[in-house]
């Protein structure tokens, strides 16, 4: 650091503890948990003690520069010995198994995540016995220094986060714009561009012809019937966007490789854009060409009676032209107002759906107002109405029963349906849901979570993100739809043998190093029964989940037996019950595309897990389906028969979580691709997981260190990791995309696809990733 550098920073130091400090300009431990705002006093309480060097109680300005000196600029061997010291509890000089696991269990909280106190015992022995070379019970500086050597780059890279106010803010630099006429942005939007292009085309067409034939009745007229012709296409074709059938039928034909079929949503908003500035020049060109006339000698009507009435008989319907122009343009500012993000996203999606239907008297008002809109509007307006008829007819024919009800971790509604005859679907698909008893008219769409092999029922997992899915989840919450009298097991029993025969349940589970954690109520589930329909039981180890409400445990137990169903259990979040619901669909979205890439990457944030949900079962289902068995020596093996539908050489799937309890309800069907894996690939891994938990801080945090080298060592020598149960480590943090897709890039798997579902935020930050390798790039749309 250059003493500018230095000097600058030292007055950022002196501003900060200023702030900080109180009348005796010294900070007290109170005003240093405060400011340092961690969420284990532990932490706060040691870096308090490690800086105080007088013990007086306080830290004054000069402890502090000194103590800051030393994290910020000094060197790897410094830091280090600053961790020992905060791992030194009783400063001894050692540090004793007691005491690491303190720290552990501090570092644990510090990280939001949770684990029985005989995970944390083994963790802390993982470590210990790790760093304990010499066996004398307690571990040295030399030694914590050679156990940190063994993890390359941390003792380089050692921070404290929460000390964020330590350090002055670094320059925030510009945005570098997207560089639009290179040959990976060519390549990945290519189809985008020539349809904007043709519409730009055709636009510039239509308003030279219009304005070409009114050029004897001047600027203004020319300029309002140009913008007129430019609207008789737009407010026609604008509905041909929304033909969801039709664009799902389209999706499975050679056109999707042509439009981009993906992007109907953006295209419709676009076109939304151009019209209501379209509608406004269109007006402003009306009203000068009035005013002309009004000051007009000739004209026998004045401005108002030009503008407002039907008495200079303007228009083809009784000189309805300017009354119905004017209500044309409020109903579309009013429209435009009410599709905003803000209104969408903020609880009133009924303010956008119902303002949404005025397009049915817009267009009426379009036929009175111009001569020609009828003409443009037929064929779009009959296929218009006819999928709406189609879809009315479909989803109101029969209503569909909800079967059963799973209420998850991080507030997500499972809904079991029963699946409707000749209910054809792909993995990926989504639909339509209305539920009567929590909106009569309301409709919104989810991904359809189960694979198509899934014969009698159909599976959507509901994030509790908005007003009606939050009433949602709070009507199965706070009343069993099954219990209307005492007797509620007898019902529920009653209700599911009337089934035609038990379905199998998804396991909503976590997995510790001895097996998978079940989230429900006290019960034992033999896994052996969650298998794929027509798949032969083939006897083995199975599995036992046990679950209790305070502590998960799970533990493996031998199940060499004739298979039985497994028992159905009951509790406060699972629900037998027979709710009436409609469902329009299905209809098709990018991640169709997935079974046809060559090496697809698929990234799901947080509850955009859903779509990819459905398409890994599916490829679970379909080597379970090319699995064999030899009836003598009970070998198992996969055929190699290629699947003309799947012409997938690699798959990375990459699934971020804010904290622990979202890999809960995903993580039983992750166990079961990682045992076909292990069964089936002998020549590498076809599915690769990636699992990121962005509340875990880095291993490069003092506050976090010990405990991910303890997870590390503790998943080496179990071959599982302790978050999830599974074989691949959770990483603690955001992942770090050029890394990641570098190594995709190096892999050479064929050309790569990118298929994500999550926050816009994040897509945009992957999209620029995908545009600098040359990765083809699918975000989910509906």
Not at 250 to 258: I, P
Not at 420 to 443: C, K, M, Q, S
Not at 543 to 551: A, E, F, I, M, Q
Not at 591 to 607: M, Y
Request: charged fraction near 20%; charge should be neutral.
């Amino acid at each position: 650091m250059s003493t500018e550098e230095d000097a600058q920073w030292l007055r950022w130091v002196t501003h900060q503890f200023e702030s900080i400090a109180g009348e005796d300009r010294e900070i007290n431990l109170q005003e240093f948990k405060a400011a340092l705002k961690v969420k284990e006093s532990f932490f706060a309480e040691r870096f308090f003690a490690l800086f105080d060097s007088d013990g007086s109680g306080t830290i004054a300005l000069q402890e502090l520069r000194e103590a800051l000196t030393l994290l910020i600029h000094g060197s790897p061997m410094d830091k280090l010995k600053f961790l020992f010291q905060v791992y030194d509890v009783d400063g001894n000089g050692s540090i004793d198994a007691d005491e690491l696991r303190t720290v552990l269990q501090s570092c644990l909280r510090e990280s939001a995540i949770s684990l029985p106190e005989e995970k944390l015992d083994q963790l802390t022995l993982a470590l210990f016995e790790s760093a304990d070379k010499d066996g004398s019970g307690t571990i040295t500086f030399d030694e914590l220094r050679d156990e940190l050597e063994s993890f390359p780059g941390v003792m380089e890279n050692l921070t404290i986060s929460a000390a964020h106010w330590l350090t002055p803010p670094a320059a925030r630099p510009r945005p570098r714009r997207p560089r639009r006429l290179t040959a990976a942005y060519w390549h990945n939007h290519r189809s985008q561009l020539l349809c904007l292009a043709a519409y730009a085309g055709l636009h510039l067409l239509l308003f030279a012809l219009a304005a070409n034939a009114h050029r004897a009745l001047g600027a203004s007229v020319m300029v309002a019937k140009g913008c007129g012709q430019c609207l008789n296409f737009d407010c026609s074709f604008i509905a041909v966007l929304m033909l969801r059938r039709c664009l799902t039928w389209l999706r499975a034909t050679w056109v999707a490789q042509v439009l981009p079929l993906d992007q109907n949503i953006q295209f419709h908003q676009l076109m939304g854009y151009v019209v209501v500035g379209l509608s406004l020049v269109h007006t402003v060109a009306h009203v000068v060409n009035f005013a002309l006339q009004a000051q007009s000698e000739a004209s026998p009507f004045r401005f108002w009676e030009l503008l407002l009435t039907t008495r200079p008989g303007i228009g083809w319907v009784y000189g309805l032209a300017s009354p119905t122009g004017l209500a044309l343009l409020l109903l579309l500012l009013l429209m435009f107002a009410c599709s905003s993000s803000c209104v969408r996203r903020s609880g009133h999606f009924e303010v956008f759906y119902w303002t949404h239907l005025s397009y049915l008297p817009l267009w009426f008002l379009l036929i009175m107002h111009g001569p020609n809109f009828w003409k443009w509007l037929l064929v779009p307006g009959i296929l218009f109405f006819l999928e709406k008829a189609i879809g009315l007819v479909v989803s109101r024919m029969a209503a569909q029963c909800i079967s059963e009800v799973n209420l998850l971790p991080s507030k997500v509604t499972h809904l079991l349906i029963k699946r409707p005859p000749l209910f054809h679907y792909r993995p990926g698909d989504y639909v339509y849901l209305n539920i009567p008893t929590i909106a009569r008219y309301e409709w919104h769409p989810f991904t359809i979570s189960s694979a198509p092999e899934q014969k009698d029922t159909i599976w959507l997992h509901i994030r509790s993100q908005g007003q009606w899915t939050n009433r949602l989840y709070e009507s199965f919450r706070a009343s069993d739809p099954v219990d209307q009298g005492s007797k509620r097991l007898s019902r529920s029993l009653k209700m599911r043998r009337s089934q035609s025969r038990p379905q199998p349940q998804p396991i909503h589970s976590c997995t510790s190093a001895q097996g998978v954690v079940a989230s429900n109520e006290d019960f034992s589930v033999d896994l052996t029964s969650y298998r794929p329909e027509g798949t032969p039981w083939q006897g083995g180890e199975g599995l036992v989940y046990l679950g209790t409400k305070k502590g998960m445990q799970a533990q493996w137990r031998a199940a060499s037996k004739a298979h039985d169903p497994a028992p159905e259990v009951l509790s406060e979040n699972h629900q037998f019950c027979n709710i009436k619901c409609y469902i329009d669909g299905p209809y098709g979205s990018a991640t169709r595309r997935i079974f046809a890439s060559e090496h697809a990457v698929l990234i799901g944030a947080g509850i955009g897990i859903t779509p990819f949900a459905s398409i890994l079962q599916s490829i679970m289902y379909r080597h379970q389906k090319r699995k064999r068995l030899c009836p003598n020596c009970q070998h198992s093996w996969t055929e190699g028969v290629q699947d003309d539908e799947m012409k997938l050489h690699k798959v990375d799937f990459i699934w971020i979580n804010r904290d622990q309890q979202s890999f809960e309800w995903f993580v039983s069907l992750l166990t079961k691709l990682e045992m076909d894996q292990a069964e089936e690939n002998k020549d590498g891994c076809f599915l690769e997981l990636h699992l990121y938990m962005t509340s875990a801080l880095s291993k490069n945090d003092m506050k976090a260190i010990g405990l991910q080298m303890a997870l590390d060592l503790l998943a080496k020598k179990e071959k599982k990791d302790s978050i999830t149960g599974l074989q691949t480590r959770t990483q603690p943090g955001r992942p770090d995309w050029s890394k990641v897709f570098q190594k995709v890039a190096t892999e050479k798997k064929g050309k790569v696809q990118v298929f994500f579902c999550g926050s816009p935020a994040l897509a945009k930050v992957l999209k620029s990733h995908c545009e600098q390798l040359n990765f083809k790039f699918f975000q989910e749309n509906f």
